[in-house]
T-cell receptor, first 115, second 108 residues
Framework: KAGVTQTPRYLIKTRGQQVTLSCSPI?????VSWYQQTPGQGLQFLFE???????NKGNFPGRFSGRQFSNSRSEMNVSTLELGDSALYLC??????????????FGEGSRLTVL | GQNIDQPTEMTATEGAIVQINCTYQ??????LFWYQQHAGEAPTFLSY????GLEEKGRFSSFLSRSKGYSYLLLKELQMKDSASYLC?????????FGAGTTVTVRA
């Protein structure tokens, strides 16, 4: 059974640009959550999608957005990049969502560097 | 968000025992998780506690006291491969909130 796949694994952008990250969950998982991981801050919750609907959202500015497709694949977009957006972006999938089971299966992340 | 505290770093010797403590806010509590994350890799699930007491899984055990807002992860018979970051995460009604992680270094 394939795990959670995130692309691209590494990318470098400059301030003001935008970026789109992709996540393919484990087959059969309908929930996809996104987290930002930075040193010292840990994992910060961005949002969760379930059956193509955003179910929950963390405390991030509107520059951070996402969506989920009918095949449960998800994308997140960050517009007008800032230096502080440099981080590892982790995607996690679960069968029925964080509120139901809690066990998340993580991808290896997309490491974004903003110059 | 939830305020989850755990030590930043711990160092121990191969074969020893290490206990990683985690405190969290009790309001909205709906489960406590521990994840392991090796450098450059995805976090992987270690344990889950929702009731008070000790859950044992081989060399790893996790304890929960809901009234105290306290959990610990106990790593026994440490091996070099246990060098990693250990993440404490609290579940409320709709999401997992993670602590910043504890980096454990195992020395020979």
């Amino acid at each position: 059974k394939a795990g959670v796949t995130q692309t691209p694994r590494y990318l470098i952008k400059t301030r003001g640009q935008q970026v789109t990250l992709s996540c393919s969950p484990i087959s059969g998982h309908r929930s996809v959550s996104w987290y930002q991981q930075t040193p010292g801050q840990g994992l910060q919750f961005l949002f969760e999608y379930f059956s193509e609907t955003q179910r929950n959202k963390g405390n991030f500015p509107g520059r951070f957005s996402g969506r989920q497709f009918s095949n449960s694949r998800s994308e997140m977009n960050v517009s007008t990049l800032e230096l502080g957006d440099s981080a590892l972006y982790l995607c996690a999938s679960s069968i029925s969502g964080q509120g139901a089971t809690g066990e998340l299966f993580f991808g290896e992340g997309s490491r974004l560097t903003v110059l | 968000g939830q305020n989850i505290d755990q030590p930043t770093e711990m160092t121990a010797t191969e074969g020893a025992i290490v206990q990683i403590n985690c405190t969290y806010q009790t309001s909205g509590f709906n489960g406590l998780f521990w994840y392991q994350q090796h450098a450059g890799e995805a976090p992987t699930f270690l344990s889950y506690n929702v009731l008070d007491g000790l859950e044992e899984k081989g060399r790893f055990s996790s304890f929960l006291s809901r009234s105290k807002g306290y959990s610990y992860l106990l790593l026994k018979e440490l091996q070099m491969k246990d060098s990693a970051s250990y993440l404490c995460a609290q579940r409320d009604d709709y999401k997992l909130s993670f602590g910043a992680g504890t980096t454990v270094t195992v020395r020979a």
